[in-house]
């Protein structure tokens, strides 16, 4: 059986993790059901892309991975599942939310629209549906369920939540900060292998030279550093400290890169 993973902003405060683990396995009784998380911001579906894409590589090829972060629920937004080329399946809103997670996977294999109503769970609220469709179509994908079976072949997925890129200059690389994680550590659109060899990064009024830094402990308490982040993305970070703190940087703030 396929382990499932899941990814929401339901939190943990309520039922709603619970009712749809209950859900998954209701169908599919002995899976192993891994919480990517459950603190996506509310309703941030850029946010939900943005940890699905970092989380999923992790993973065994084949994975089925549940994201729910859906401020169109119950609207006219569809219900879909698709296949990566590594295998693995993503089931969600046509949101953009699964998009970057499953190019991450090698792109998109194939895409169906959920309206085999056969494959979802006992209920049909038009409020949850992490819980009446996605957990169980999930549950059958895990249980070796085709992906063609569980609905209409679509050719067009919602895109909008793509990553940001970054550009190069005539001075150096630009990007932006696409998340700041509970330690305060500022993740950039800049890929590891764009950088130079050695650099510095201008973020909010402020310079940060000597990058990139091995570890954390390689500047004093309360420094600033940036570093290469276990995504493989740049990092502007601080030790022992908070860098989104200390810059009042929020997400899509510009920066820069420079040679040093």
């Not at 179509?137 to 895109?159: S, W, Y």
């Not at 402020?206 to 990139?212: D, N, T």
């Amino acid at each position: 059986m396929r382990a499932i993973t899941l990814l929401t902003d339901y939190g943990l405060a309520d039922t709603y993790v619970g009712q749809l683990k209950g859900a998954i396995l209701r169908i599919a009784h002995e899976a192993s059901i891994v919480d990517i998380t459950h603190q996506v911001p509310a309703q941030d579906v850029k946010a939900g892309a943005f940890l699905l894409w970092s989380a999923v590589e992790v993973f065994p090829a084949g994975t089925v991975h549940v994201a729910v972060v859906d401020p169109g629920v119950g609207s006219g937004r569809r219900a879909i599942a698709l296949r990566a080329k590594r295998g693995d399946l993503f089931v969600g809103p046509d949101s953009g939310l699964l998009v970057p997670a499953a190019e991450r996977l090698g792109g998109i294999e194939a895409a169906v629209e959920l309206t085999r109503e056969l494959y979802w769970g006992l209920f049909r609220s038009t409020t949850f549906h992490g819980r009446d469709v996605f957990g169980p179509v999930a549950a059958h994908l895990a249980l070796g369920a085709p992906l063609e079976d569980i609905g209409t072949p679509i050719a067009d997925v919602d895109r909008s939540a793509s990553l940001p890129g970054h550009r190069t200059t005539a001075v150096g690389i630009t990007g932006e900060i696409v998340h700041a994680d509970a330690f305060g550590n500022l993740v950039t659109s800049i890929p590891a292998q764009a950088l130079p060899e050695r650099f510095a990064v201008r973020v909010c009024g402020r310079r940060i030279g000597g990058g990139p830094k091995p570890t954390f402990a390689s500047v004093a308490p309360g420094e600033l550093l940036a570093v290469i982040g276990s995504s493989g993305l740049l990092e502007v970070s601080a030790r022992e400290a908070s860098a989104q703190q200390l810059l009042g940087a929020k997400r899509g703030d510009p920066l820069e890169v420079e040679r040093e």
